[in-house]
């Protein structure tokens, strides 16, 4: 195949979940004895506008999974570039063995609706309550219902619109060299329905 005048050739390789990017998510949860850990995902999104639902799919064997199980609220925190080191870390260690919040230096506060901890540090957080959950083999899906949104205010214009590029919001591009990549998203290349705009010019 030739695209721009360049021969394209196609390698058929092993399915895989190699959809990208996915957003870097540091999911937040509580036990029912009080317990709150972080647990970092990158199988995560949007599943529908009205009502406001998210996904989030986590392994069983995830002490998190445990926590969602007892407690079906939790928190979406999405960290900007400048914390993929913290973030990793929460996606590398157990919360059975180590205190996330304390050897990340993050600071847990209460939610406004839902009984999970928001991560003081991030910029924009989603409090969810689970409405479903799917097993669907290596990981279960938990469908949410998006309660209430926080975001600090500097991120925000006049008319409340969220800055985006201030936000720098971190994405991760699984099997990539092996262990996957993350990436800071900064950089706008346009906005919707800017084709329509971009036909009528030529």
Known sequence: MTVRGKIIHHRVLPATTCLMPTPVALVSCRGREGKNN???I???GVVCSQPPLVSVAVRPGRFSFTLLE???DFVINVPSAGSALHADLCGTLSGRDHDKFAEAGWTPIDASQVNAPIIRECPLA???RTTQRL???S???FIAEVLAV???EELLDA???LLVDALEPLAYCPNVKGAGQYFALAQSVGHYGFSAEHHKRV
Do not use: Y
Request: hydrophobic share 35%; glycine share 12%.
């Open 70 to 72: 007892e407690n079906g």
């Open 42 to 44: 990158a199988w995560t």
């Open 38 to 40: 972080i647990i970092t």
């Open 135 to 137: 097993p669907l083999g």
């Open 126 to 128: 989603l409090e969810c």
């Open 159 to 161: 008319n409340g619109r």
């Open 139 to 141: 990981h279960e899906l």
């Open 150 to 152: 926080q975001v600090h």
